[in-house]
């Protein structure tokens, strides 16, 4: 029985969403894999908005459930971090006991993210005077600190990772 891989990432707000989803569910059927993607749930779109939202949070719980994997674009989305929907799932898959991992374009330290800071006694601060921390991740702490591992690359590097695991 193949193993199930849940793709968790802001791809599912691009407009070719559905192309890339099943690009991604064949590239795990590539590795022997089989691919979970939050767009293949069957959702009722003609109820109240806050249904619709339910009935998705609710597919995508149980598809995270049913996986052994999860892998994450953490690429910065919409500002400088995640995707908050996809931390969530990341954050969900590790407390049921997932093998996590995400994938970044670049894994640049998070605070080398800022293009302005200033340093006082050792600390950093953006310019609106919040804490920036500096533990050599590429993303925050809670995040980094979760995954089996932060792969600098594509969702195709990941499964290549995990062949050669």
């Not at 009722?44 to 719980?61: G, L, P, T, V």
Request: with cysteine.
């Amino acid at each position: 029985m193949k193993k199930k891989i849940y793709i968790a990432g802001p791809d599912v707000f691009e407009k070719d969403s559905i192309a890339l989803g099943q690009r991604l569910v064949q590239l795990c059927e590539e590795y022997g894999y089989e691919g979970l993607y939050p767009l293949d749930n069957v959702v009722d779109f003609a109820q109240s908005k806050h249904k619709i939202a339910k009935d998705i949070y609710e597919a995508n719980r149980k598809m995270i459930e049913e996986c052994d994997i999860l892998i994450a674009n953490i690429n910065t989305f919409r500002g400088k971090e995640a995707d908050s929907g996809t931390i969530w799932e990341c954050g969900y898959g590790y407390g049921l006991g997932k093998k996590v991992y995400g994938y970044m374009q670049s894994k640049r330290h998070y605070i080398e993210q800022f293009s302005e800071l200033k340093e006082e006694n050792g600390m950093f601060w953006d310019t609106e005077d919040r804490f920036v921390e500096d533990f050599e991740h590429p993303i925050n702490l809670m995040i980094a600190c979760s995954t089996q591992e932060i792969v600098e690359g594509s969702f195709e590097d990941v499964l290549k990772l995990l062949k050669e695991a």
